[in-house]
């Protein structure tokens, strides 16, 4: 079974404070792993989709990397406007839906 | 070009009632999934369907149904519903593609809070 966790459940930085989002997952052979932000109460809002080790992508301040068992989010001088929720999610080969973590509640504070 | 809509924002119904949720894919996609949000959880997958048919189905009870239009568009019906059903749900749509090493993003739309009394 596909499973995915996040880590850590919160964090608070200060405005500036670069830091890194841990997302970790067992799959049966990865298709592909997807990043998204969630405001409250609103649908997620895609960022971001690794397929292999090694990967490296970029918008703005963020940063996403995947290994074979972990990928990680990086954020770079964060702003209050960066707090949010950030949900990771796996797709693996034998199944067709993805397979959500938990999230990590982001606050970035002035 | 609209996104993901889905009707209606929010919901109250009792114990018991059923209800109906509706989405309309991103234009130029075929396939639509559904998801279970509880508050401080993650999404949780409930189904997904293309060319009106139900491809696969997540760990929910059968008082879970759903269909697919010719015009993609779907619908989430929820019979005899529980407290435990208050959440929000969300539709997600995409476009299928085969093989492995693609695959298309889901684009979910703003979702619909579901409470049930």
């Known amino acids: 079974e596909d499973q995915v966790t996040q880590s850590p459940e919160a964090l608070r930085l200060q405005e500036g404070e670069s830091s890194s989002l841990n997302c970790s997952y067992t799959v049966s052979g990865l298709r592909g792993l997807f990043w998204y932000r969630q405001d409250p109460g609103k649908g997620p809002e895609f960022l971001f989709t690794?397929?292999?080790a090694g990967e490296e992508k970029e918008k703005e301040r963020l940063k996403a990397t995947l290994t074979k068992k972990e990928s990680f989010l990086h954020i770079t001088a964060p702003k209050p406007e960066d707090s949010a929720t950030y949900l990771c999610a796996v797709l693996g080969n034998y199944g067709q839906n993805f397979v959500f973590g938990p999230g990590t509640r982001l606050s970035v504070l002035p | 070009d609209a996104g993901v809509t889905q009707s209606p924002t929010h919901l109250i119904k009792t114990r018991g009632q059923q209800v109906t949720l509706r989405c309309s894919p991103k234009?130029?996609?075929?396939?639509v999934s559904w998801y279970q949000q509880a508050l401080g959880q993650g999404p949780q997958f409930i189904f997904q369907y293309y060319e009106e048919e139900e491809r696969q189905r997540g760990n929910f009870p059968d008082r879970f149904s759903g269909h697919q239009f010719p015009n993609y568009s779907s619908e989430l019906n929820v019979n005899a519903l529980l407290l435990g059903d208050s959440a929000l749900y969300l539709c997600?749509?995409?476009?299928?593609?085969?093989?492995?090493?693609?695959?298309?993003?889901?684009?979910f739309g703003p979702g619909t809070r579901l409470t049930v009394l």
């Open positions: 690794l397929y292999s």
């Open positions: 234009s130029g996609h075929d396939t």
């Open positions: 997600a749509s995409s476009l299928l593609t085969s093989g492995i090493g693609s695959y298309n993003e889901q684009f």
